[in-house]
T-cell receptor, first 115, second 112 residues
Framework: DTGVSQNPRHKITKRGQNVTFRCDPI?????LYWYRQTLGQGPEFLTYFQNEAQLEKSRLLSDRFSAERPKGSFSTLEIQRTEQGDSAMYLC?????????????FGEGSWLTVV | DQQVKQNSPSLSVQEGRISILNCDYTNSMFDYFLWYKKYPAEGPTFLIS?????DKNEDGRFTVFLNKSAKHLSLHIVPSQPGDSAVYFC???????????FGGGTRVLVKP
């Protein structure tokens, strides 16, 4: 078990460009989450997948954001036409089954800087 | 509206002493309360949790207290160690829900 893996770890992009982040959850975890964390704030929920189905999306996820989880394994988070306000750490997490207090594991995050 | 608040952005404590971190919430429907620890450039790692039906949970140096009537929880770390220096987030979740709601974090510095 190698934990939740995220790539790339750091991305600097120019305003208006598209970026894509990838998350590989812990194997056989059927639940996958994306969060966003800006400086000085706690992580904020973006979206949730159970297997390949995207079951919940935050209103923070504007139409420039799209997330997929084909085949219920890895997930991608794409941001189109990036804006400076998109600069943040994007965190992926995974879990299995129902919540029991400690079963949500986070990856190390992908830092996005939009210049 | 911020459902989970950590009103102290930072805390400095001497090694060996107790660290007390506080967290307030507004929604009585949460079922679990958790504390996560985060080092720079890393993702949050789970520390300890408590069910809403309990008022205390202890794990080694870490104890979480829940006061439902005050909608307040706290994390006690004793004795504090330099390796405990990190940002600590409280978070809540409903048992049937799928998302954690985090507070803004408290940066702890343990001085040797």
């Amino acid at each position: 078990d190698t934990g939740v893996s995220q790539n790339p770890r750091h991305k600097i992009t120019k305003r208006g460009q598209n970026v894509t982040f990838r998350c590989d959850p812990i194997s056989e975890h059927n639940r996958l989450y994306w969060y966003r964390q800006t400086l000085g704030q706690g992580p904020e929920f973006l979206t949730y997948f159970q297997n390949e189905a995207q079951l919940e999306k935050s209103r923070l996820l504007s139409d420039r954001f799209s997330a997929e989880r084909p085949k219920g394994s890895f997930s991608t988070l794409e941001i189109q036409r990036t804006e400076q306000g998109d600069s943040a750490m994007y965190l992926c997490a995974s879990s299995s089954g129902g919540f029991s207090g400690n079963t949500i594991y986070f990856g190390e995050g992908s830092w996005l800087t939009v210049v | 509206d911020q459902q989970v608040k950590q009103n102290s952005p930072s805390l400095s404590v001497q090694e060996g002493r107790i660290s007390i971190l506080n967290c307030d919430y507004t929604n009585s429907m949460f079922d679990y309360f958790l504390w996560y620890k985060k080092y720079p450039a890393e993702g949050p790692t789970f520390l300890i949790s408590i069910s809403s039906i309990k008022d205390k949970n202890e794990d080694g140096r870490f104890t979480v207290f829940l006061n439902k009537s005050a909608k307040h929880l706290s994390l006690h770390i004793v004795p504090s160690q330099p390796g405990d220096s990190a940002v600590y987030f409280c978070a809540t979740i409903k048992a049937a829900g799928n998302k954690l709601t985090f507070g803004g974090g408290t940066r702890v510095l343990v001085k040797p």
